[in-house]
């Protein structure tokens, strides 16, 4: 096992961290020294619910402390009026709550601010409901036409990240070579859907999923098929029961089926021998 996962160029860690999900925080409010304190959801790849992040984000006055209702010589009226002028905030990641309890470990969210270069990251929590506490000061000065923009237009974007809770298994020198196989597939689908999530504005996720699915049934139901033969002490499997399975809910493997309706007139075939 050892020299396989050395060699196998799809082998992946199970243990490297997934992406649980994102959320937007909008920052408009902020143009108009307003701060906020939301709990915002936060949605994966396929626009399902998987938490909740709770944010806040606090106007800070020149001495750095925080710009309250009270404080009415802080009002604007329109956000071009800090062109020029300095502007202090603290984005605070307060915590999420109720993410995945099977993606729960070591989880930490990540973000990058207007011009940013580097990714600003909480700390790594165990828990379906991670308490951060983090809090990042920003100061622009001054404040130019384009930050406005950004504040007006776009979202922050915060990524929440996970480990998977790994359940207790055998050690992999004690598992059969079919639970080998399985779980070394298992490990190449993580990475296909770790580099798909990565994928801006990638539309066909569910489309490609799904294709993945079918293809480990079809796996297994073979597998299930050829150990039912040998268990009977059958050394072929028949063809109309590779057949069945080949071609379950409509799948089309066109060239496949092709070779199955040819073998299936020839009785000296030994294409589904078992060896």
Request: aromatic share 6%; hydrophobic share 35%; proline share 5%.
């Amino acid at each position: 096992p050892k020299y396989y996962v050395r060699s196998d160029p799809f082998y992946e860690d199970v243990t490297d961290h997934v992406l649980i999900g994102q959320a937007q925080v909008h920052l408009k409010c902020l143009g108009y020294l307003i701060g906020f304190e939301e709990s915002i959801i936060i949605t994966d790849y396929e626009a399902r619910e998987r938490g909740y992040l709770e944010v806040e984000v606090v106007p800070l006055k020149p001495d750095n402390t925080p710009i309250t209702d009270e404080d009415e010589e802080y009002f604007i009226e329109d956000p071009a009026e800090l062109v020029g002028k300095q502007l202090s905030y603290d984005v605070k990641i307060v915590g999420a709550k109720g993410l995945p309890s099977k993606i729960s470990q070591d989880v930490y969210c990540d973000f990058r601010m207007y011009l940013d270069e580097e990714d600003e990251r909480t700390p790594g929590v165990s828990s379906m409901n991670p308490d951060w506490g983090h809090t990042k000061r920003y100061c622009h000065n001054p404040v130019t036409e384009q930050l406005i923009s950004y504040l007006s237009e776009e979202p922050l974007i915060v990524r929440i990240w996970g480990k998977q809770k790994l359940e207790r298994v055998k050690s992999s020198a004690n598992l059969t070579t079919r639970q080998l196989k399985t779980l070394n597939e298992k490990e190449k689908i993580s990475q296909v859907m770790k580099k798909m999530a990565a994928t801006p504005g990638n539309t066909d996720m569910a489309v490609a999923m799904r294709k993945i699915d079918m293809m480990l049934k079809i796996i297994n139901d073979v597998r299930g098929c050829v150990t039912d033969a040998k268990k009977a002490g059958k050394t072929t499997v028949k063809v109309e029961e590779l057949d069945k399975i080949l071609t379950a809910d409509n799948t089309s493997f066109e060239d496949v089926q092709e070779i199955i309706e040819n073998e299936k007139n020839n009785p000296d075939s030994k294409v589904c021998s078992i060896q």
